[in-house]
């Protein structure tokens, strides 16, 4: 992986954001020798590359979030049945106070890849949203610096007018400088990424943290989902994200975990999500796919993929075939697993269980 230095080393600030967030893309190995030991690893990302070429993302190092967590890089070429081993992608250059975590890859339509992370102070404080950008063969990176204040672990989308549209989440423990409200926001970006502007945040009800994803209805308004328990929450934006009705509970099951929402090219809508568990049993259990042909309102098809317990934090992506790719976490303490799939639309329907691989 080649990166460009001069992005990755020359902090820039953007809006009143007044920490400079320094960190290294793709470092060199003279660079990662005081990188903590995995101890801890888990909340990945996937995307496809083409011609059976899938990245994976996930973050670690250290005995738990806290600083000097990094993001971590592997690769598949060969549709996900054989990966490589773990890489840095992109560390903090002050390990001792500065963390990086929450990554998130995607393709946008110009084929261009995109690699999101926040980058923090202590756990949280002064959060921003940073984004390295690729073009194929996606081996030289670009950086850009602080886009947004905030998290933001789940893909964007592009909406109907080509813009795209970011789920940032904010929370009150973020100490953020910017005079923007807490909760389920919404950054827009009308030229391909050269630069993005707030649009508007739903206030959701009491949570730990947002992690909202959003899906443009057939109707053209916006349908914010985002992390909570016993539902998920859910607000309805009527005006492309500048307003959002009050804050509601949804009538999907929430564990208080991050679940995964997307349109996929056939214009069904899939859901993965934790299911249902008996009382007393671990919560962040029984991952389930649902899948909508009727723009989510309702979820006709049900497959249960993994019922194991401690496996969380759902991501996936859709070849050119049609299939999707699945990646979740397993037991970030302890064996520390990245668990993945593969499966079809027509799978899911004839409720055919797909293999379980661990990396």
């Not at 984004?131 to 909406?159: C, D, E, F, R």
């Not at 206030?203 to 998920?232: A, H, I, V």
Request: aromatic share 10%; with cysteine; glycine share 8%.
């Amino acid at each position: 992986m080649e990166k460009n230095n001069d992005a990755a080393k020359t902090p820039k600030e953007s809006g009143s954001l007044s920490l400079h967030h320094a960190l290294s893309l793709f470092p060199e190995k003279k660079q990662q020798h005081k990188l903590p030991a995995l101890d801890f690893l888990g909340i990945p990302g996937i995307e496809y590359l083409g011609k059976q070429r899938l990245a994976a993302v996930f973050y670690g190092g250290g005995d738990g979030e806290k600083p000097g967590n990094y993001i971590l890089w592997r690769e598949s070429n060969d549709g996900g049945q054989s990966w490589s081993e773990a890489i840095p992608a992109a560390i903090p250059l002050d390990p001792d106070g500065q963390r990086l975590f929450d990554p998130c890859l995607w393709m946008a339509p110009d084929q261009r890849l995109w690699l999101f992370f926040a980058s923090a102070y202590g756990l949280v404080e002064n959060c921003a949203v940073m984004a390295a950008s690729a073009a194929p063969p996606y081996k030289s990176w670009h950086l850009h610096k602080n886009i947004a204040p905030g998290v933001m672990m789940n893909k964007p989308i592009v909406l109907a007018d080509g813009s795209w549209a970011l789920p940032v989440s904010r929370w009150a423990s973020m100490s953020l400088q910017e005079n923007l409200p807490v909760g389920s926001s919404i950054f827009i970006s009308k030229d391909n990424g050269e630069s993005f502007e707030y649009r508007g945040t739903a206030e959701t009800p009491p949570c730990s943290c947002n992690e909202n994803q959003l899906l443009q209805k057939n109707d053209k308004s916006l349908w914010m989902l985002s992390r909570n328990q016993p539902q998920l929450a859910e607000n309805f934006s009527f005006d492309l994200g500048s307003s959002w009705t009050e804050p509601a509970y949804s009538a999907l099951h929430g564990v208080d975990a991050r679940f995964a929402l997307r349109r996929l090219a056939s214009g069904r809508v899939l859901l993965v999500n934790h299911g249902p568990v008996p009382e007393g049993e671990a919560r962040r259990a029984n991952m389930t796919c649902a899948l909508s042909e009727d723009d989510a309102q309702t979820w006709k098809w049900s497959l249960l993929i993994d019922p194991r317990a401690e496996i969380s934090y759902p991501d996936f992506c859709q070849d050119e075939e049609g299939y999707i790719h699945l990646i979740y976490d397993r037991d970030r303490y302890g064996d520390k697993k990245l668990v993945l799939c593969k499966f079809s639309e027509a799978d899911i329907m004839a409720g055919k269980q797909p293999e379980l691989l661990e990396i």
